[in-house]
């Protein structure tokens, strides 16, 4: 064979990080060791497989090609190894979610995961639609689930479960006591939204299109927790999902608003990049996911 699972993790760790001493890094190496690696890889086979920009490496069409064979190579061979050594067939599991799914719905599915795998890791990452979009596609990640819609060839978007956004205001709002807000009141009222890029401020967008121009944001934030802090606190109205705000409804510290003939709801989607090799341990989570 001409060449090594060596030779492979420093070009997918190059090709992630784009820069030859990032990877050298990241796999504990030395930068000439790093550098050797990746050239007789290149050399054994008189092909290139990253554009040279000075001390930036851009991956050309021949690498970009190789990333998922070698990845899933690398998985496989991974998983050997922990078969041999460890008596296991599962991994770790790399999970990408969206704000309302990670900090409402992963964490009770990853406590049930680690009590079924418990010799299996699990790692979150919690971003907007877009951040784990670009993370699965790039194979950081190896299941996204988010809130948003997205289109990408690369992947498969398969619908999850159902969700609702909820209009929402503290008990001392002057609209606290509206059985049904009107449009008036909507295009009065100052906002505190999802920033664009997340799936709630696209639900949030579609649902409210035709009054969006005469809406007022007052404010933009990443967080759900800071949109609710800023809702208690009187600075305006809000909008997210029912999951977030369900503890804070049944205590009374915030109130559910309705606006006549709009309905907010959603799909959740599940993401997985078409090229990925479906290890153990992402078969035993989408398992999971599904019995929900």
């Known amino acids: 064979m001409k060449y090594t699972l060596r030779q492979l993790e420093v070009f997918l760790e190059t090709a992630r990080l784009g820069s030859l001493n990032r990877a050298a890094d990241s796999l504990s ?13 290149e050399n054994q086979f008189d092909i290139l497989l990253f554009d040279r920009a000075g001390k930036r490496l851009q991956l050309n069409d021949m690498g970009r090609l190789l ?3 070698a990845e899933e190579l690398l998985v496989r061979a991974r998983e050997i190894e922990r078969n041999l050594s460890l008596h296991q067939d599962v991994g770790t599991i790399r999970i990408g979610a969206t704000m309302s799914i990670g900090n409402t719905l992963c964490i009770p599915l990853i406590h049930k995961y680690r009590q079924r795998y418990a010799e299996s890791p699990v ?9 784990i979009n670009q993370m ?7 299941v996204g689930m988010i809130e948003g819609e997205i289109t990408n060839p690369a992947l498969h978007i398969s619908p999850w479960r159902r969700d609702e956004l909820i209009i929402f205001c503290n008990r001392e709002h002057p609209l606290a006591s ?10 009065q009222a100052a906002w505190i939204l999802r920033e664009p890029g997340s799936g709630t401020r696209q639900t949030f967008d579609r649902v409210m299109h035709d009054l969006l121009p005469s809406l007022s944001t007052e404010l933009e934030l990443q967080q759900n927790e800071a949109i609710i802090q800023a809702v208690k606190n009187g600075m305006g109205l ?16 915030l109130l559910p608003l309705q606006a006549r003939g709009r309905r907010f709801t959603r ?5 997985l990049h078409k090229q990925k090799y479906r290890s153990a341990a992402i078969e035993h989570w989408l398992a999971l996911c599904l019995e929900q």
């Open 178 to 187: 509206r059985a049904w807000l009107t449009t008036r009141d909507l295009q």
């Open 67 to 69: 990333v998922p064979r």
């Open 136 to 142: 699965v596609t790039g194979f950081e990640l190896d």
């Open 123 to 131: 790692k979150l990452e919690v971003g907007n639609t877009e951040k």
């Open 267 to 271: 799909n959740f989607y599940l993401l």
């Open 238 to 253: 809000g909008c997210l999902s029912r999951l977030a705000l369900a503890e804070d409804i049944a205590a009374g510290k």
């Open 29 to 41: 190496m030395s930068q000439s060791a790093a550098s050797d690696s990746l050239k007789e890889l």
